[in-house]
Each structure stands twice: as structure tokens, then as C-alpha cells.
């Protein structure tokens, strides 16, 4: 089993929803939570880091934790077609190496 | 700032050559990291540096690949004998220990195609 599962999808929104994405891990000792964007052949662009439980927000981006349930979460408002891409999340203990979820590839419809 | 960057942005190369890939991270960073990443699937560390010191290396790091930072700047991958199964995109990542969270920014990576 995964240390971080995270659905593939791929998740189908029309323009101007709300974009749920979320990820489940295991490992206890993860600390820092971050989600990062994915554009086709491109590397991946940091969009929200998250340290403690509760939510943290910034513009159309508000990013959910949960260490109780071990269970993060990323809510995209007023979604954009450019918002297409692959979101990843991704964990870290102690400001070391990166663990991420497969990532969810989300298409965001005109 | 002008981000991280990673040459080359893309090689393709014979089974059996060797090749070697160069990132140059974040002036001041002095963590720097490297990550492979497979069709579908999120990226995998591979192995960290701390200035010049290779402080962690993933068992995904095989006997065939090296890895160094000479002068605590930019890092070499270099990846001898290379095998189809090697063809993946490879990202450099760096971070600085100013930063409260040791957030690491991405390059642009290097794709590699095994033939």
C-alpha cells in the first residue's frame, strides 16, 4: 500500500464549479502538506503548503487539513479552463525529501 | 530570481550509452533534490544534497546512477548503461532552509527516452 493515495480521475468540471480534490496517507510523521499543479511535460508548480490541521487560504485556492483523519484536501472556486492540469499532492517529514500521491488529472470545461 | 533550470530538456538515447543531465537551482538554495517521475504516476525521490554533501539517497538509485554536486551550486545525474526502464522525466528540485517550510521548487525536468 501507498504511503499517499490519491484518485487519478480524471475529474470533469464546467467552468466557474468548485474543483474538490483530496489525498489519504499513512505515515504519522509527515508534517508539512503541499499541492503542487502539473501542466503536460512541464514540472510541477507549488501552489499551497499547509503545516498545521484546519485551512489555509489563498484567492481561489484553500487547502484542508486533517492530521486526526489523515486526510488533506484542495478546493479550487471559480475554476478556470486553465486550471486543466494534474494536481499532486505531496508530504514531508522533518524538511527532507517529498512523498507524493499519483496525482488527479482534473479538465476544467468552457 | 530566475527559478530553477535543467538541461537538457529532453534526450534520447541508444539502450547501453550513459548520459548525464545538469540542474541548476535557486541561487542561495542549499538543498537540492532529485526526483523521477513516470508516465501517470507522481514524482519519486531519488536523493538529496546539502551544500555538497549527499545526505540521502533512495533505493530507486541504483548502482548505474551517480549523482554530485561539486561545489554546493549545480548537480550532475548521470545514469551509465542506461536500460528502457530508465525513460522517465527527471526533476530537480531545490530549497532553502530560510524557508519555513522547506517548500522545494521545481525545475522544468529532463525527459529521457530509452530506445
Known amino acids: 500500500q501507498k504511503e499517499v493515495e490519491q484518485d487519478p480521475g480524471p475529474l470533469s468540471v464546467p467552468e466557474g464549479a468548485i474543483v474538490s480534490l483530496n489525498c489519504t496517507y499513512s505515515?504519522?510523521?509527515?508534517?508539512?502538506f503541499m499541492w503542487y499543479r502539473q501542466y503536460s511535460r512541464k514540472g510541477p508548480e507549488l501552489l499551497m503548503y499547509?503545516?498545521?490541521?484546519g485551512n489555509k487560504e489563498d484567492g481561489r485556492f484553500t487547502a484542508q487539513v486533517d492530521k486526526s483523519s489523515k486526510y488533506i484536501s484542495l478546493f479550487i472556486r471559480d475554476s478556470q479552463p486553465s486550471d486543466s492540469a494534474t494536481y499532486l499532492c505531496?508530504?514531508?517529514?522533518?524538511?527532507?525529501?517529498?512523498?507524493f500521491g499519483g496525482g488527479t488529472r482534473v479538465l476544467v470545461k468552457p | 530570481d530566475t527559478g530553477v533550470s535543467q538541461n537538457p530538456r529532453h534526450k534520447i538515447t541508444k539502450r547501453g550509452q550513459n548520459v548525464t543531465f545538469r540542474c541548476d537551482p535557486i541561487?542561495?538554495?542549499?538543498?537540492l533534490y532529485w526526483y523521477r517521475q513516470t508516465l501517470g504516476q507522481g514524482p519519486e525521490f531519488l536523493t538529496y544534497?546539502?551544500?555538497?554533501?549527499?545526505?540521502?539517497k533512495s533505493r530507486l538509485l541504483s548502482d548505474r546512477f551517480s549523482a554530485e554536486r561539486p561545489k554546493g551550486s549545480f548537480s550532475t545525474l548521470e545514469i551509465q548503461r542506461t536500460e528502457q526502464g530508465d525513460s522517465a522525466m527527471y526533476l530537480c528540485?531545490?530549497?532553502?532552509?530560510?524557508?519555513?517550510?522547506?517548500?522545494?521548487?521545481f525545475g522544468p525536468g529532463t525527459r529521457l527516452t530509452v530506445t
Open positions: 505531496a508530504m514531508q517529514a522533518a524538511g527532507n525529501k517529498l512523498t
Open positions: 541561487s542561495e538554495h542549499n538543498r
Open positions: 499547509t503545516y498545521s490541521s
Open positions: 528540485a531545490s530549497s532553502s532552509p530560510l524557508l519555513p517550510t522547506y517548500e522545494q521548487y
Open positions: 505515515n504519522s510523521a509527515f508534517q508539512y
Open positions: 544534497f546539502q551544500n555538497e554533501a549527499q545526505l540521502e
